[in-house]
């Protein structure tokens, strides 16, 4: 059974930071491609980066230099670290593997406001 968990999320002043983490299980998490979604309200969800089973990594335009995906297999984790936030980055954020698998976890709402 699949299953993600979300954390990390809050709100943040514009230009700060935060570090999400992802757990995941019953995926084969060591050589899955994993991902960073987020959709914001009334937006479809966009994928914003991804990161290989070897560690290649991949950004939407709109986050390249401002967030960094890393992942942990020995942890069955990923994390991103978002810095600089922009207004625009609110929205929740999920983890899933890419290509995306059904099960969705439940997510953690980011919001970028001062």
């Known amino acids: 059974q699949v299953q993600l968990v979300e954390s990390g999320g809050g709100l943040v002043q514009p230009g700060g930071s935060l570090r999400l983490s992802c757990a995941a299980s019953g995926i084969f998490f060591s050589s899955s491609v994993m991902g960073w979604y987020r959709q914001a309200p009334g937006k479809q969800r966009e994928l914003v980066a991804h990161i290989t089973n070897i560690g290649v990594t991949n950004y939407a335009e709109s986050v390249k230099g401002r967030f960094t995906i890393s992942r942990a297999n020995a942890k069955n984790t990923v994390y991103l670290q978002m810095n600089s936030l922009k207004a625009e980055d609110t929205a929740v954020y999920y983890c899933?593997?890419?290509?995306?698998?059904?099960?969705w976890g439940q997510g953690t709402q980011v919001t970028v406001s001062s």
């Open positions: 899933n593997r890419v290509p995306y698998l059904n099960n």
